[in-house]
């Protein structure tokens, strides 16, 4: 019996996505499914380089990558709301610290999570 590798989509294709991209690559069983950044050439840019496809539009990468998870690497004051769209599109999400910049966010991403039945991690990325 081979296990299905979980794949995993990234939003925010920054600086730190690098450091995102190498760590799903050394995990045996994660495979990276899709990329997307509001910032085209930095989308075409890593899309191109990791070999999946690219996004400018996060709900249409949300609807349309074959994922299982997300990587949420975009400014730590959009982490709720992109991880809570993760989520609702019933998506596990993996989000940098800091997972909010207030309590309120982060309390709402975790309700999100709840409720949707998905996993939250928060990791330190460095």
Not at 6 to 14: I, S
Not at 58 to 68: K, N, V
Not at 76 to 94: D, E, T, W
């Amino acid at each position: 019996m081979t296990a299905v590798p979980v794949r995993v989509a990234l939003v925010g294709c920054g600086r730190i996505s690098r450091t995102h991209f190498e760590a799903i690559r050394s995990v045996e069983g994660l495979e990276l499914a899709a990329v997307c950044d509001i910032d085209e050439e930095r989308a075409r840019s890593a899309g191109e380089e990791n070999g999946v496809p690219w996004f400018t539009s996060y709900p249409r990468m949300l609807q349309e990558a074959d994922c299982h998870a997300v990587a949420v690497c975009t400014p730590s004051g959009l982490h709720p709301q992109h991880g809570m769209m993760a989520a609702r599109a019933g998506k596990h999400v993996i989000c940098e610290k800091p997972m909010a910049i207030d309590l309120a966010g982060a309390d709402a991403l975790v309700q999100a999570c709840d409720e949707a039945g998905v996993h939250l991690f928060v990791v330190k990325q460095n």
